[in-house]
């Protein structure tokens, strides 16, 4: 469970989120809407430790990120926005690296490192250098090192942007299978189709704050049935 | 005309902004700037040197002129080195390339606004050698105005042709080079390049005693080779134009030589224009595409295995130095210069100086034991405390610093793996060291073994206080590696720090009379460097603990 408790982040005298609590259950794809600018990164940087939390309290299936931040991130498969890591290490060394980080052991590396390269189309690439990768490659070299130590809940910053079709079908069925076994899937999109054909719930920030938290038919309900998800966003967001 | 003028302007200010840049870069150029004034004035002095004494003996028999040919000869020569590395990283290594190439412009149009920083660069060595040059001849000579005026009109014009030429020829061979097999390869060549340049000039120096004797000898040198120096401005024309107008500024030929000089240079740039549309965007489109390779499954296999955190952390660290062109050559080839200009110091000191090979083997055998320790040690504090890598551990992340945030590593192992990568590259510059200090000024193996041994702590001390300095205050918001580097305070600081700290002590001991003998001497700076080592570490703690999660918000 991602439980977000009155949390608070400034950046030099601007509030970029005020007082935002949400929780979100296991099983569940949560997906984390809002127009650019609203505050879905900085909330994203808080959950997964890359930013001090100023006021409020954030826990990972239990583990608080600030008291405990070793145990809260290796629970934790994080796909940032930028796919900018590492780009010297050539695509092996990446995943290595990774694997090391999170303790796999050789055999299940080997074989998790053969599988998710092959689902991605990336294993014949793995020995170039990430600097000679496009965006796309770089954004499944990233998934693919999230995904090979199995976290329970995984925290994607837009995954799907760059992603040619194929890939993008494979990253959302393995999303889906993913909040099946009971895991948590957590993401940041602006493509709100995916956004109806994937969330259980979702949340729509604003100027720091949760405009709407709910599941999709709550929130079809509050608004006009026949209003498509693309008015309900514009509508919530239109103060902007 | 008016597109190319916006265009080169705004690449100018974007290579020039300050925007974004921190108050200790800032800071950094301010000292830079103040650091070149007594330069400037040693140059002069130098100059004057050289140039007096040529003048004084080649002024009697009328060949005066034989200075400023020479004088425009060898700013030809140097203005195209520096000029090789300045156009082939501006032209086709810039990581902004590509976005000027999607843009409505002519080839030769996006040549001229990736060539006004190069050009513009090279106006400090033009500024440096040239201008000191040509006043201190005209002093010597007791020329009017219209000789300055002309010198200034030349003096302007000079650095067009090198640099013209060069361009036309790096875009000429590049055409047929499959960069983007190796433009990491390429990169790295022209940083080894520079460091030959360097020691190079350093050895063409140490080769004479004085600017004043270098002078003579060269005068001794034209007066006797009259005939090989009218063949070389043969091939140097505009040298040859520029000189007689300068000699001889008032009268009609002088006038007739400086507008054929400014002709001769006009056709110059139009040739440049016409190769710039023609060639440049042949070498320069499809830079960014990748080579395919054969693919080795077994390969792949086998690199997988599970290694401790620490070491793989280091091993990122190490890979990241040697495939990044500008951190192998800024801090690999840096490391080496320092004792690769000590081997040509004591190598090329021929004449029996202070440094010779004669002189130290000397030394060793009569100065006290104690001393000789003390002075080796802070000997290898200087060659230490000037090695870029320690002061870029953090920097060098730039903003992929924050992949060490969300995944679960200690800061301590990540900072630690920092460390190790630094004091492994400085055991570098340690072991280049040692190995001339045994081979040539005959150590004994008792002195080397405690030297290398203090060597180790104090490379460990110099490695954790040059990350800290980094994590106290990164520069992790560049765009090019190279402003990890470039006009930070961080690496004069870091000196001056560590020759503080280390010098008090050796100074201290160096001065107290009931220290006495190697073993005793050893033994309490050892005590003293394990001591610091542990203050240093204290220190490093705190900083992690207060900077490590913020330096990049």
């Known amino acids: ?89 050539k695509g092996i060394e990446y995943l290595n690296f990774i694997a090391d980080v999170y303790d796999v052991p050789t055999d299940i590396r080997k074989k998790r490192i053969e599988y998710y390269a092959k689902s991605f189309g990336i294993y014949e690439s793995l020995n170039d250098h990430i600097l000679t990768y496009s965006h796309g490659m770089r954004q499944k070299i990233v998934i ?33 299978e993913h909040a099946n076994k009971g895991n948590i899937v957590f993401f940041s999109t602006h493509v709100l189709e995916v956004v109806e054909q994937l969330c259980d719930e979702v949340a729509i920030i604003n100027n720091g704050h949760i405009e709407f938290l709910g599941n999709m038919s709550e929130m079809k309900q509050q608004f006009q049935e026949d209003d498509n998800l693309e008015k309900v966003f514009l509508e919530l967001t239109q103060n902007e | 005309m008016n ?26 150029y301010a000292f830079l700037f103040i650091f070149a004034i007594p ?80 050009f513009i660069t ?59 097999k190796n433009k990491d390869r390429m990169k790295i060549f022209a940083g080894l390049f520079t460091f030959i340049f360097i020691i190079g000039i350093n050895i063409v120096l140490r080769m004479n005693n004085s600017s004043t004797d270098a002078g003579e000898d060269l005068a001794c040198l034209i007066e006797e080779q009259n005939g090989l120096l009218n063949t070389i401005t043969t091939f140097f024309p505009t040298a040859y134009l520029h000189s007689i107008t300068l000699t001889d500024p008032v009268s009609a030929r002088g006038f007739l030589f400086l507008v054929l ?96 090979i004669s002189s130290l083997g000397s030394m060793v055998e009569e ?63 340690l072991l280049v060291i040692g190995a001339v200090a045994f081979i040539f000024a005959n150590i004994p193996i008792g002195i080397g073994v405690i030297w290398f041994g203090m060597s180790l702590i104090i490379n460990w001390i110099t490695s954790v206080a040059g990350t800290t300095l980094d994590l106290y205050t990164p520069n992790l918001q560049w765009t090019d590696e190279r402003e990890v580097f470039k006009g930070r305070l961080i690496g004069i600081l870091a000196l001056i720090i560590e020759v503080v700290v280390f010098g008090s002590i050796i100074l201290f001991l160096w001065n107290v009379d ?3 003998g190697l073993w005793m001497t050893s033994s309490i700076l050892t005590a003293a460097f394990i001591l610091l080592s542990f203050v240093c570490h204290l220190i490093l703690k705190k900083v992690i603990r207060t900077h490590y999660y913020s330096i990049h918000q």
Not at chain 2, 416 to 425: D, E, H, L, N, R
Request: glycine share 8%; net charge positive.
């Open chain 1, 1 to 89: 469970m991602i439980d977000i408790q009155q949390v608070t982040k400034e950046f030099s005298g601007k509030t970029a989120v005020k007082n935002l609590s949400l929780t979100v259950e296991d099983g569940k794809i949560f997906g984390f809407l809002g127009p650019n600018g609203a505050g879905k990164s900085t909330t994203i940087k808080m959950i997964t430790g890359i930013l001090p939390i100023e006021q409020g309290k954030i826990t990972i299936n239990g583990f608080d990120i600030t008291e405990h931040p070793l145990e809260a991130k290796k629970r934790i498969g994080y796909v940032p926005d930028r796919s900018d890591v590492f780009l010297r290490l």
């Open chain 1, 144 to 176: 693919s090192g999230v995904l090979l130590h199995e976290p329970e809940v995984w925290i994607l910053d837009e995954p799907l942007t760059g992603l040619d079709p194929k890939s993008s079908y494979t990253l959302k069925e393995m999303m889906r």
């Open chain 2, 3 to 28: 597109k190319t003028w916006k265009l080169v302007r705004t690449i100018v200010k974007m290579q020039f902004s300050l925007a974004g840049k921190s108050t200790s870069e800032q800071i950094g």
């Open chain 2, 39 to 118: 330069f400037s004035i040693f140059i002069f002095y130098a100059i004057d040197g050289i140039v007096g004494g040529l003048y004084n003996i080649l002024e009697p028999a009328g060949n005066e002129s034989f200075i400023l040919g020479l004088l425009f000869i060898s700013m030809f020569v140097v203005l195209i080195l520096v000029s090789v590395g300045s156009i082939l990283s501006s032209f086709y290594f810039a990581e902004d390339i590509e976005s000027f190439l999607s843009l409505p412009y002519h080839p030769f149009q996006i040549m001229l606004g990736k060539s006004a920083v190069p």
């Open chain 2, 122 to 180: 090279l106006y400090v060595t033009n500024a440096a050698v040239l201008a000191p040059g040509l006043i201190v001849f005209g002093m010597h000579s007791g020329s009017g105005v219209l000789y300055y005026i002309y010198a200034l009109i030349l003096w302007t014009v000079t650095p067009v042709l090198p640099f013209v030429l060069t361009a036309i020829i790096v875009m000429y061979g590049m055409r047929f080079l499959n960069l983007s």
């Open chain 2, 261 to 356: 000089s400014l002709i001769i240079i006009a056709c110059a740039f139009v040739l440049y224009l016409t190769a710039g549309q023609k060639l440049y965007f042949k070498g320069v489109l499809g830079l960014s595409g990748g080579s395919k390779k054969k693919f080795d499954e077994e390969k792949i296999t086998k690199k997988i295995k599970q290694s401790n955190v620490l070491f793989i952390s280091w091993v990122r660290e190490m890979r990241t130095i040697f495939r990044t062109p500008t951190f192998f050559t800024q801090i690999i080839v840096q490391s080496l210069v320092f004792p690769v200009l000590f081997i040509v110091v004591i190598l090329f000191d021929s004449n029996g100086g202070d440094f010779s």
């Open chain 2, 367 to 429: 100065i006290e034991p104690k001393r000789f320790i003390l002075a080796m040690t802070g000997f290898t504090v200087f060659a230490l405390g000037i090695n870029p890598a320690s002061i870029s551990s953090i920097s060098r992340d730039g903003k992929s610093w924050f992949n060490h945030l969300y995944m679960p590593i200690k800061a301590e192992t990540v900072i630690m793996s920092k460390v190790w990568a630094a004091f492994c590259i400085n055991l570098l510059t």
């Open chain 2, 514 to 516: 009931w220290l006495e």
